[in-house]
C-alpha cells in the first residue's frame, strides 16, 4: 500500500513536471517569454510548500520536465546552492505557495500587451467585450510595486496582494497567475493576454471605450464557467501540437 501511494505521488509530481514544461514552451509560441528571466511554479505538496520552479536562466524554449527544480518555500539553504534558483522567483513563489492555498500553480511573466496596461495610471481591464468582461471583478490589481522582487518582503507583500483572487495586474511589472491546475492557469494567462491586447488597440484608436455596465460585465463574466472544461480541452491540444515539433518538452 506505502508502496503503490508512493508510486502515485511520483506519477503526480511527474505529470506536473511535464504540464509545466509544456507551460513554457507554449509561453515562447506565445511570445509571453522574456529573455531568461520570468518563473512558472506548481506546488506538489499538500501544503503547497513544496513546489517545482524553472532552473535559473534557463531559456523557455530549452526547459524539460527533469530540469525543473523541486524547492521548499522554509528551506533557508535554497539560495545558498550551485544549482539556486532567480532570486526574484524564489521570493514571489516561495512567498506565494507558502501564503496563497488556492495558489498550486502560479504563473508569473511580462507578456507585451498585458505589461503595456501595467504601465498605464489605471491598469484595469473594461469590459469592452467577451475577453476583457471575462475578468470583470476577478483581477487583483497591485499598484505598489517595490522594485524588483529580491527581497522577502516583496515576496510578502506581492502574496498578500493577492486577496483571494487568482489573477493580479502588476503596475509596473506584468502579470500573475494562479490556478488549480496548470491548464486552469494558463487558459487564465492565454485570456488575459488577449483581452490586454484587445484594450491596447482599442485605447491606440483614441476614441472613448463602448464598456459594458456592471449588470452585463458580470452576466458575461459569470458566462465564461460554462466554458471551464475549455481549459483542459486547449491545453491538450497545445500539448500535441508541441508534440508534433518538439516532444523534449516530456523528457
Ligand atoms: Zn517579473
Not at 501511494?5 to 509571453?32: G, K, M, N, Y
Not at 449588470?215 to 486547449?234: M, N, Q, S, V
Request: charged residues 25%; hydrophobic residues 45%.
Amino acid at each position: 500500500m506505502a508502496v503503490h501511494s508512493l508510486h502515485a505521488a511520483d506519477e503526480h509530481e511527474w505529470q506536473l513536471r511535464v504540464d509545466l514544461a509544456a507551460a513554457f514552451r507554449l509561453a515562447v509560441h506565445f511570445d509571453w517569454h522574456e529573455s531568461v528571466g520570468n518563473h512558472f511554479s506548481a506546488a506538489v505538496s499538500e501544503d503547497g510548500k513544496t513546489f517545482l520552479l524553472n532552473p535559473r536562466w534557463q531559456h523557455f524554449s530549452a526547459i524539460r520536465a527533469s530540469d525543473l527544480l523541486l524547492l521548499h518555500a522554509e528551506d533557508k539553504e535554497t539560495m545558498e546552492r550551485e544549482n539556486a534558483p532567480d532570486p526574484s522567483a524564489w521570493c514571489i513563489h516561495g512567498s506565494v505557495h507558502a501564503a496563497v492555498p488556492h495558489a498550486r500553480v502560479l504563473l508569473h511573466c511580462h507578456p507585451p500587451y498585458a505589461t503595456a496596461l501595467c504601465g498605464l495610471k489605471d491598469p484595469s481591464l473594461k469590459p469592452i467585450d467577451q475577453n476583457t468582461a471575462r475578468f470583470f471583478n476577478r483581477c487583483a490589481i497591485d499598484l505598489d510595486f517595490g522594485g524588483m522582487a529580491d527581497e522577502a518582503e516583496e515576496g510578502r507583500r506581492i502574496a498578500r496582494a493577492f486577496g483571494n483572487h487568482s489573477i493580479m495586474m502588476m503596475g509596473n511589472h506584468g502579470v500573475s497567475v494562479a490556478g488549480e491546475t496548470v491548464a486552469k492557469a494558463f487558459e487564465d494567462l492565454y485570456f488575459l493576454e488577449r483581452a490586454a491586447k484587445t484594450m491596447v488597440l482599442a485605447y491606440s484608436t483614441g476614441q472613448p471605450l463602448n464598456v459594458m455596465d456592471d449588470t452585463l460585465a458580470e452576466k458575461t463574466a459569470a458566462a465564461w464557467d460554462d466554458y471551464a472544461g475549455a481549459a483542459d480541452a486547449h491545453f491538450e491540444q497545445l500539448k500535441q501540437m508541441l508534440d508534433r515539433t518538439d516532444p523534449t518538452y516530456r523528457d
